[in-house]
């Protein structure tokens, strides 16, 4: 009998160090009688207004070779961006997607696309951070044409406020060797 109730002693006094606000179970895990808050590492904020994204001018479309020798032509058609915010940072993932034609000189094959990704100051048109990513195309056999997509790593610039497209313009291209 002693066994059974030393048992449900112990049941008992073990319950309350696992309940929620128990001084006994604060003092043997926090050795305080109350828990401290809790600590949140990734500061996260749920509402941003994504900069808007330009294509830079003459920066949507480059060509290899000209005339008669023209071999390709890259075209960029459409842009996205995803935005997120945390720890006072703005990440920014950018989609691009676009067309490479064959020319003359040219034929099926694969290629690589410099595609410039930068955030833009709108204050005073400056870019922060900028970064050149080499995007993969081909054009299949039997074909003159096909498309390109890709979404880049994430670009960081700093969160000012709420209306992030006041602050920053995303800017794409291709860029120029």
């Known amino acids: 009998m002693k066994t059974i109730l030393l048992t449900g002693a112990c049941a008992l006094l073990l319950a309350g160090c ?3 606000g128990s001084s006994i179970g604060n003092l043997i895990a926090f050795n305080s009688p109350t ?3 809790p600590t949140d590492m990734t500061k ?3 509402k941003v207004d994504c900069p808007v994204v330009d294509v830079l001018e003459g920066g949507g479309h480059m060509q290899i070779g000209s005339g008669s020798g023209l071999r390709q032509q890259f075209t960029i058609g459409d842009t996205s961006r995803e935005c997120t915010v945390v720890n006072g940072q703005i990440s920014i993932r950018v989609g691009v997607s676009g067309r490479v034609v ?3 000189a040219g034929g099926p094959g694969s290629f690589t696309i410099p595609i410039r990704v930068g955030i833009r100051r709108e204050d005073n048109q400056q870019i922060v951070t900028s970064k ?3 995007v993969p195309a081909s054009i299949p056999a039997g074909s003159s044409s096909s498309t390109f ?6 670009v960081t610039v700093p969160f000012t406020r709420e209306e992030a497209n006041e602050d920053y313009m995303v800017v794409v291209g291709i860029a120029k060797k």
């Open 102 to 104: 064959a020319g003359p």
């Open 44 to 46: 996260r904020i749920d």
């Open 149 to 154: 997509a890709f979404v880049s790593d994430p």
């Open 18 to 20: 696992g309940s929620t």
């Open 132 to 134: 050149v990513f080499t």
């Open 35 to 37: 828990a401290p808050p």
